[in-house]
């Protein structure tokens, strides 16, 4: 069946710090790769999605991603990290183009003053 | 802002109660969908439409059925509530095709329990 893995439940770094997400999955073919966040009571916001070409993607507020095929991942990550990056992501994925996304379970940021 | 509405924000019912969500657009998009959010689970897709009368199941429908009569309305119930549905409920838009290269919006979402 077709899942999405978040290893990281729970991580906390320090305001400064840098910062990676992981996300792995398991499709036949290349997906549609998203990443997300949600803010404490809020619905979830875009933060980056990959389709095809370069497999480092830039998103909002300094975030980027890369796609390994090798490795079936698209990490999360953030040179430096801000208290207000304290929030939830979730890796998303899509594999046919129906726009059916199929979420990981999310990891927990906590930022450290 | 994709002009997203969801209501109600919270609601607490019963065991064996209907239930009715509503999901209310504002920018007359064709793509709708209905999520929920649980713990260890991320969001799981419970139902879609693609159009006015068209809809589809998607991973988690047992127990949900869906309505769309206008194209600004997306309507999701719970025909006998259940305390396993006990969760947070999110809509969500796509502002052009629907498919995955299209971003999709989220609502504020609506937290429902279940007694």
């Known amino acids: 069946a077709q899942s999405v893995t978040q290893p990281d439940i729970h991580i906390t770094v320090s305001e400064g710090a840098s910062l990676e997400l992981r996300c792995n999955y398991s499709?036949?073919?290349?997906?549609?790769l998203f990443w997300y966040v949600q803010s404490p009571g809020q619905g979830l916001q875009l933060l980056l999605k990959?389709?095809?070409?370069?497999?480092l993607v830039q998103g909002i507020k300094g975030f980027e991603a890369e796609f390994k095929r090798s490795q079936s991942s698209f990490n999360l990550r953030k040179p430096s990290v801000h208290w207000s990056d304290a929030a939830e992501y979730f890796c998303?994925?899509?594999?046919?183009?129906?726009?059916?996304?199929?979420f990981g379970q999310g990891t927990t940021l906590q930022v450290k003053p | 802002d994709a002009g997203i509405t969801q209501s109600p924000r919270h609601k607490v019912t019963e065991t064996g109660t209907p239930v009715t969500l509503r999901c209310h657009q504002t920018e007359n998009h064709r793509y709708m969908y209905w999520y929920r959010q649980d713990p260890g689970h991320g969001l799981r897709l419970i139902h879609y439409s693609y159009g006015v009368k068209d809809t589809d199941k998607g991973e988690v429908s047992d127990g949900y059925s869906v309505s769309r009569s206008k194209t600004e309305d997306f309507l999701l119930t719970l025909e006998s509530a259940t305390s396993s549905q006990t969760s947070v409920y999110f809509c969500a838009i796509s502002l052009t095709s629907g498919g995955s290269t299209d971003t999709q919006y989220f609502g504020p979402g609506t937290r429902l329990t279940v007694l």
């Open positions: 990959y389709f095809s070409g370069d497999t």
């Open positions: 998303a994925v899509d594999n046919s183009n129906t726009g059916k996304l199929i």
């Open positions: 499709y036949g073919a290349t997906p549609y």
